[in-house]
């Protein structure tokens, strides 16, 4: 029978012992198997962790594919969306690891979105104070950027990201084919990061997208050049110290205060990051140098995917600010704030301040 696994286009991510590679292509779930033999050696007893949508669709090719190797795979199966990024759920996923039989030779899959990445990666990482994973991302913004990069954790009931781990996945393999079953909400939201990369990184990005946004285009080359972006952000700064990682939070610090104030599972991560982009950019046009057009050319990229752009009267600005106050980036009352210089630059900036904030919500709500 022929195979119809074309072949993977790797990005490799370089971080000495702890490197791995990214397998970017089309057929690769079931390749699975042989990943985790070639990882994990004779190790068989693993949990496959997946999502109660992606779980219908894939978890059978990824058992099989891993059964085929001679591992033991068990699936876990969690509710679908970001509520189960918490301490509760993640207390349920370990308990079913050790009550099935997981032990420090066990291994785990993560197969799904985002939420299931962070949350298996979290689970991975604490389970008997640490066994390796496998990234499997099944969107578009899994692919491209937090599969990759070994940040997990969970959410507390109002700050996001609060609690979590560094943990390196042992292998990502992104399998572009898994992105056809997403509905187009999803699908749309995985652009606010790529569009994210492109404004602090690459502008030279920006055509393609365009082009996917238009219905052509190459896909896994458009997701091939956005893991290669993280890959690189990522080996130059693992550990989030030397200011280079922190880059890729352009837009997240307003995007991840709108998201908690919706109420997790309200406005998608994407959608919430897609307001909070629209901020950033207008901040960086008050704050840096970057011009009138550019920002409004990130808007009309963010427009494209119909992501949002105006805020609602729903969120109360006292309210983001409270939230935002309790996210990381607020180190001793400063905020350590992303703007871009120009398409494709961003910088930490410590300039924006509260009343900064207050302005730019206010010309959120304003009609684009
Ligand atoms: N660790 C990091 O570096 C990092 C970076 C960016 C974002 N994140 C996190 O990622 C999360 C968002 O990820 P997400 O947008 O992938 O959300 P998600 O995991 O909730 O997936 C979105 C929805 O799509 C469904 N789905 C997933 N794959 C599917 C498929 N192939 N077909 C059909 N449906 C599918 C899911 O069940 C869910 O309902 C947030 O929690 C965010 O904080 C983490």
Not at 200 to 218: F, K, N, T
Not at 272 to 286: D, H, K, P, Y
Request: net charge negative; with cysteine.
């Amino acid at each position: 029978m022929p195979d119809s696994t074309q072949p993977a286009h790797t990005v490799p991510v370089n971080l000495g012992p702890r490197s791995y590679r990214v397998d970017v292509g089309s057929g690769l779930l079931k390749t699975l198997g042989a990943v985790a033999n070639e990882k994990f050696g004779n190790r068989a007893n693993c949990v496959v962790i997946t999502d109660s949508n992606v779980g219908p669709l894939y978890a059978e090719a990824a058992l099989e594919s891993l059964r085929v190797a001679g591992k033991r795979p068990v699936l876990i199966t969690v509710p679908a969306g970001e509520a189960s990024k918490s301490l509760l759920t993640a207390q349920t996923v370990c308990s079913e690891m050790a009550r099935v039989g997981m032990d420090r030779k066990s291994f785990a899959i993560a197969l799904g979105g985002g939420v299931i990445g962070d949350l298996g990666g979290f689970c991975a990482s604490i389970y008997q104070r640490g066994i390796p994973y496998i990234q499997v991302p099944t969107t578009v913004l899994s692919q491209v950027d937090s599969s990759v990069g070994g940040k997990t954790g969970v959410n507390l009931p109002d700050a996001k990201n609060m609690v979590g781990n560094f943990h390196q996945p042992a292998h990502v393999l992104a399998d572009v084919d898994t992105l056809a079953s997403l509905h187009k909400r999803e699908w749309n939201e995985g652009f606010a990061e790529i569009i994210k990369h492109a404004c602090i990184r690459d502008a030279s990005m920006l055509p393609l997208i365009d082009q996917v946004a238009a219905g052509g285009g190459d896909l896994a080359s458009l997701i091939r050049w956005n893991i290669a972006i993280k890959a690189a952000v990522v080996e130059e700064d693992e550990f989030e110290t030397l200011g280079v990682r922190a880059l890729l939070n352009f837009g997240h610090t307003l995007g991840h205060a709108i998201e908690a104030s919706a109420g997790y599972g309200t406005l998608l991560h994407g959608e919430a990051i897609s307001l909070g982009l629209r901020a950033a950019a207008l901040l960086s046009v008050e704050l840096s140098t970057l011009s009138v057009g550019d920002a409004e050319r990130i808007v009309e990229l963010l427009r494209h995917f119909d992501l949002p752009v105006q805020l609602s009267a729903d969120f109360e600005t006292e309210e983001l600010l409270r939230i935002a106050r309790m996210d990381k980036k607020f180190e001793q009352g400063k905020i350590r704030f992303v703007l871009l210089s120009a398409l494709g630059s961003a910088h930490v900036s410590h300039d924006v301040t509260e009343e900064h904030f207050r302005e730019v919500i206010a010309l959120m709500r304003e009609p684009v």
